[in-house]
Every structure is written in structure tokens, then in C-alpha cells.
């Protein structure tokens, strides 16, 4: 960790970093793409929303590094951008679970 975990800065960063897993429906593309990648028509089919309100969501995810895309031509896929992403959500499943 190069910065002062204690500095406001790293604090505003990581208290940033944690709002983006504060909305449901970044949390369920987040779900979708934890054991596979998939496009947005998939994924939006999956959760029965709309393309737009998908590609809206994956956007702010991309530009915050929690998923990264590849093209296949004109298609476009998605992925979790590391394991981290998916370690964050099974440990906060894990704590929910523990607490019942």
C-alpha cells in the first residue's frame, strides 16, 4: 500500500471505492459476471432491465476498474476486472451469512 491508509485522501478513496458497491443493480451485473463474462444484451436479459440502464451501470464500473471489456468485432464483453472485485463480494456474502 503506497499511500497513509490514515490520510484523508486514501480515506475519500476508499470510502469512493466502496460506494460503487452500494447500488443493487451494479451489484447484480457484479453477480451475473462473477464466473463468466457476457455481453450487454446478455446481461440484460438476465436481469430483465433494459440495455440502456445496463450500459450505463457497466460504464461507471469499467471507469472505476470492477469490470474490463473486450471487442469481438462489434460485440462487446464483459468481465470482472480481477479477483479482488469477486473476493469483496463473497466475503461480504460470507459476513451477512455469519451474522444470522
Known amino acids: 500500500m503506497n499511500k497513509n491508509p490514515h ?3 486514501f480515506l475519500y478513496d476508499l470510502s ?5 458497491f452500494g447500488d443493487s443493480t451494479r451489484l447484480k ?3 451475473s459476471l462473477m464466473n463468466t463474462e457476457l455481453c450487454v444484451n446478455e446481461i440484460s436479459a438476465e436481469l430483465e432491465m433494459s440495455q440502456s440502464s445496463i450500459s450505463h451501470q457497466l460504464k461507471i464500473l469499467r471507469q472505476n476498474k470492477i469490470v474490463k ?18 473476493s469483496i463480494i463473497v466475503q ?5 451469512e455469519h451474522r444470522k
Request: charged share 30%; proline share 0%.
Open 7 to 9: 490520510s484523508d485522501e
Open 16 to 20: 469512493d471505492f466502496f460506494k460503487l
Open 29 to 31: 451485473i457484479i453477480f
Open 69 to 86: 471489456n473486450r471487442k469481438i468485432g462489434k460485440q462487446v464483453f464483459y468481465s470482472l476486472d480481477d479477483e479482488h472485485v469477486s
Open 92 to 96: 461480504g456474502v460470507e459476513h451477512l
